[in-house]
Structure formats: structure tokens, C-alpha cells
């Protein structure tokens, strides 16, 4: 039971990492119709700022923070200088894709360039060191706030989009643009808003991954995805069906790892394809 409860916990804290990057990369789609190839390459962004943050102020804190405004702002530059001229275009989708895959090549290279190849590492605060102790179970304590960070995001997204005048006029972009531009909104600075805080989630993600694993260049890929599965499962578009996605596959996981570890590595992939197969909207979509 100790060892369940245990793999658990763990699945939870990655569940919560990729719901913050797969809940942008569905933020995004689901307002501005855009799919953002280059959202991982945010997640790892978020990551080296923090990195640089740190060392140039001892503090974790202040590394995550400017982790996520950084990644935040970078993403709304790059939304309005570039992925605004495309909106409304013929055939815009496969531009999208070429577009932010461009992305994933800039600045995966400009972090090899700032930064160099080597791997860099940050240490966990000291209040977030060691773990909670119930019975014979140990419960890391950086797993317990990745957990909360996780479910406070959730739902402060959904009182803001539900409960808030923002959160109507965001809903209101993503059914009809037109209309919401008539009535006197400025849908073009909606539609950057909503990118640079996609993008901060993924940053913010970035930032609190790094204690656990090296931050490394090519993160973003492996991010991006694992995340596309977790879009997959809930719904391209669907915010809480990504939350319920990163559940799934952060816990399949977790136990895959325990029973089957051989096989682990696949399990993802070959829930994602019962998925496309069954359901192709995902598991929490309603059905067209």
C-alpha cells in the first residue's frame, strides 16, 4: 500500500507539470485556432531563464517568477509580430505548423548559443527539501507543492474564465471573433493576451520541472510530446479535458513504471492510438 500510494503521489506531480504546458497548448487552440508547434520550446525557455535567474540571484523563487513573466512575454512578441499576419489567411493552418516550427529551430538554437550544450541543474528551495512522513509512507514535499501550484492554476482558470468579464469576452473570441470585435472589443489584443499566458504556463512548467530533471536543450521536444498525447486524450481545445488527459497518462505512468516497467515507455502512446481510434475528438469532447 506504502509503495501505491507512494507512485501515486509521483504520477500526481507529473500529471500537474503537463497539465500546465498541455492546458496552454489547448488555451491557445481553442481561442485563436492556433496549433503552437513550439510550445515545448516555452516550457524549456522557462527552464533556462530560471537557471539564469538563480545564479545571478541566489533565490528560487525569484527564478520562477521571472521564469514565467519571460516566457509569457517572449510568446506575446512572437504572437504579435509574426503569427498575426497569418490569421485569416487561405489555408492558414499548414502556416501555422511551418511557422512554429520555425519557432522550435530559433530558439532551441538561440538557448545552445546564450547558454551552451551543457546540462545545468537547480536545486530545490529549502523550505521544499525532504519529505512529509505518514506512518512508513514518504511524501516528497517539492512533489506536494507541484501538486498544489497544479490545482490552484486550475482553478483560478476556471473562475477567471468563468466567473470574469476577461474570461466571457475569451469564451466569447473563441466561438465567434467577428462579433466580438463589433461590439467593441480589441479581439487582436485578446488573441496576444491569450498567447503570452499559454506560453507563461509553459514557461511556469519549465521552471518547476527543473529541480527533478536536468535542464538540457531538446526538452522542449519531449515535452511537446508527451503533451500532445495529454491534448489527444482531452480534446484539442478542451482546457479540462487536458487536466483530465494529464491525469490519465501521469498515472498510467506511475503504474506502468511499478508493473510493467519493460513496457512503460509505450503505454502512452498506445492509449493515445485506442484513443484516435474510438474517440478521435478525445475522451471529453462531445461527439460530432
Not at 485569416?88 to 499548414?94: A, K, Q, S, T, W
Not at 498506445?270 to 460530432?288: C, D, E, N, T, Y
Request: proline content about 3%.
Amino acid at each position: 500500500m506504502e509503495i501505491y500510494i507512494s507512485q501515486f503521489i509521483g504520477g500526481l506531480s507529473v500529471a500537474m507539470l503537463l497539465f500546465l504546458v498541455a492546458s496552454g497548448l489547448s488555451l491557445i487552440f481553442g481561442v485563436a485556432n492556433i496549433f503552437n508547434f513550439a510550445h515545448g520550446s516555452f516550457y524549456l525557455l522557462g527552464s533556462y531563464i530560471a537557471y539564469q535567474t538563480i545564479s545571478l540571484f541566489p533565490n528560487f523563487w525569484i527564478g520562477l517568477i521571472t521564469a514565467t513573466i519571460g516566457a509569457g512575454l517572449i510568446g506575446a512578441i512572437l504572437e504579435f509580430i509574426f503569427l498575426k499576419r497569418l490569421y485569416g489567411r487561405v489555408n492558414e493552418g499548414p502556416f501555422q505548423i511551418l511557422l512554429t516550427y520555425s519557432f522550435i529551430l530559433i530558439l532551441d538554437d538561440a538557448v545552445k548559443f546564450i547558454w551552451g550544450p551543457e546540462y545545468k541543474t537547480i536545486v530545490k528551495p529549502d523550505i521544499l527539501e525532504g519529505s512529509f512522513v505518514i506512518g512508513s509512507i514518504f511524501i516528497p514535499k517539492y512533489n506536494v507543492f507541484i501538486i498544489i501550484v497544479g490545482i490552484a492554476i486550475a482553478l483560478l482558470a476556471w473562475y477567471v474564465l468563468n466567473k470574469t468579464k476577461a474570461g466571457m469576452i475569451v469564451r466569447a473570441s473563441s466561438l465567434d471573433r467577428t462579433m466580438v470585435g463589433l461590439l467593441g472589443v480589441n479581439v487582436s489584443m485578446v488573441m496576444t493576451a491569450v498567447f503570452g499566458i499559454a506560453t507563461a504556463l509553459g514557461g511556469l512548467a519549465g521552471a518547476m520541472a527543473a529541480p527533478l530533471r536536468t535542464v538540457t536543450p531538446g526538452a522542449g521536444i519531449e515535452v511537446i510530446i508527451d503533451s500532445l498525447i495529454v491534448v489527444v486524450l482531452g480534446g484539442l481545445g478542451n482546457f479540462w479535458g487536458a487536466l483530465l488527459g494529464a491525469l490519465i497518462i501521469g498515472e498510467v505512468n506511475a503504474f506502468g513504471i511499478l508493473w510493467i516497467p519493460q513496457w512503460a515507455s509505450l503505454l502512452s502512446f498506445a492509449i493515445m492510438i485506442i484513443v484516435l481510434i474510438f474517440k478521435p475528438q478525445g475522451l471529453f469532447s462531445k461527439s460530432r
